[in-house]
């Protein structure tokens, strides 16, 4: 496993990093744990991680990856530099290696992906809606993206190729839809705290059936931001091309 996260500016994240990595040595994965990266570290510590799983002496059965920090206009993650980084790409970066070939590879985004705010279904959806249309609210001091978008010089560039083979037996599973802000409070983001929640109390399950848990516990769940007194929902991507059923613990 492999925990990526931009702790500065970003209160409670370290709860996430703390909760996530127990979660993984629990599970049996040897973890690292690396923060306050810059857009390029992002890049160069999957590479890293690929390299060595490739020269690893024996199996490896699966590999976990969390990519937690702020997110770009367009849901790229922000380094602790203030430069871009696609998480597509680094996807595509660990769909490469060699002794993965055929296993599941999870990835856990915790970023927002837009400065969307979604108030719901209700009375008052409708009107709030219309209201972001004409003027947009200033961005949550606690959700995962920057109050201030900027043009960014040497942001990576590229993705996966529609089509390829290296689409399969990958887990994607963002914290916010396409578009959406992604919450977190000073006692870490509504994500990464509930799935780690959900797979303590039952990891042997079909990690697919887990994910749509989380999902459901978090659907639920209200925000307040300090932007509006109007609640905030939240509903996360689960993106998967598994071949076979997945069980963290047997």
Same mark, same amino acid.
């Given at each position: 496993a492999l925990?990526?996260?931009v702790i500065q500016g970003r209160?409670?994240?370290q709860h996430d990093v703390e909760a996530l990595g127990s979660l993984c040595q629990s599970l049996g994965f040897k973890t690292t744990v690396r923060m306050d990266l810059t857009a390029q570290?992002?890049?160069e510590e999957l590479a890293q991680f690929q390299e060595q799983l490739d020269t690893h002496r024996g199996p490896v059965s699966c590999a976990l990856v969390a990519l937690m920090a702020h997110g770009g206009q367009q849901g790229w993650l922000v380094g602790a530099d203030g430069q871009e980084v696609q998480p597509?790409?680094?996807?595509?970066?660990?769909?490469?290696?060699r002794a993965l070939q055929g296993h599941p590879k999870i990835f856990l985004l915790q970023a927002c992906r837009g400065g969307?705010? &979604?108030?719901g279904l209700g009375p008052t959806a409708l009107s709030w809606f219309w209201r972001w249309l004409w003027a947009p609210p200033t961005v949550p001091s606690h959700a995962d993206v920057l109050q201030?978008?900027?043009d960014v010089q040497g942001s990576s560039s590229g993705g996966p190729a529609p089509g390829s083979s290296n689409h399969a037996d990958i887990l994607t599973v963002y914290a916010a839809a396409e578009g959406c802000v992604a919450y977190r409070d000073g006692k870490g983001s509504d994500f990464i705290q509930t799935l780690v929640e959900v797979l303590q109390a039952d990891s042997g399950r079909d990690i697919l059936e887990l994910m749509t848990e989380v999902n459901r516990r978090v659907c639920e769940? &209200?925000?307040l931001g300090p932007d509006s007194d109007?609640?905030?929902?939240?509903c996360l991507e689960i993106r998967s091309s598994l071949q076979r059923q997945l069980c963290l613990r047997a």
């Open positions: 925990i990526l996260a209160s409670g994240a570290a992002f890049q597509e790409a680094l996807v595509l970066e660990l769909s490469r290696c969307h705010r &979604d108030a201030v978008y900027a769940l &209200d925000t109007k609640l905030r929902k939240t």
